[in-house]
């Protein structure tokens, strides 16, 4: 649940999601949910060269299983929050 | 359990939070940054990454393999825990 909760604080931040296949997308983050299935606004393809076909496409919905990795905005991670959840998370499960 | 005692594999990565740790991950890709967030499938979140990707070209006419690297800077990402191989805590040196 750490992830999903994580992202939920980063709805309305400007991410960039790589995709397994090397699509990198752009977008406003909309929502999450406990898949990590992603939904984003006002998406941009970072390579429009290579994947010319997903220029109209003006928002989407990204199933969590295909990303590889989301590029976030730093100035909108609490690191030191971030961590001290990890271990509660990771101490509350035994 | 003591903070600093190993019981279990996950453990290892714990004692890494807020240490410069290396990730191997799927499809050649190594990744080197400061881990902030961890879960049991390895989902991560990592700071300050330098990512090394090694790409094999071969030459269509004579076969020959050329490998080569490819590097990126990323400031702050989170990675999918199943393009992961494995995590490597920073060296005792």
Redesign the interface.
Known sequence: MLFYSFFKTLVGQPVVVELKNDLSIAGVLVSVDQFLNIKLDDIRVTDEKRFPHMMSVKNCFIRGSVVRYVQLPSAAVDTALLQDATRRENSAEK | ?TDGAIAEP?DLV?LS??ERIYVKMR?DRELKG?L?????HM?L?L?DVDETITVVDVNEETFEERIRTVKRS???????G??VILVSPPGRT
């Open positions: 359990m996950l714990r939070l807020d499809g400061r902030h967030a961890y879960d049991q989902n979140v700071s990323h400031e702050m990402m989170f990675v999918r199943d393009g």
